[in-house]
């Protein structure tokens, strides 16, 4: 099992992360410091992973749901006030693509 310590991996994922690596030998489990790391050691066949479903992670590996736990949420955060186009463009884009997908 491996797990990654970094901010960059949502808080519930890394709580399932710590929850298995807990209930495992600590020979049977290895901790990285990046997403790009445990991606380089789960592709490379070293060990499996719990992550949220992410599109970067690419075709190459097999994701298998969780059952019995509420989906990870996402928000897109900017500094209040701020009145940049592109700002506006991407925030656009956000809430155009939130509201296909739900």
Known sequence: MISCDSYSIPARAANLQNYFTKRLPADQTYVCDNMQVLLMLVRSGYGCSILPRISQIG???????????PPLSYGFFYKDGTVHPLLKKMISIVKEISMTQS
Do not use: E, K, Q, R
Request: net charge negative; charged share 10%; with cysteine.
């Open 59 to 69: 075709p190459d590996l097999v994701c298998i749901p969780i059952s019995g736990h």
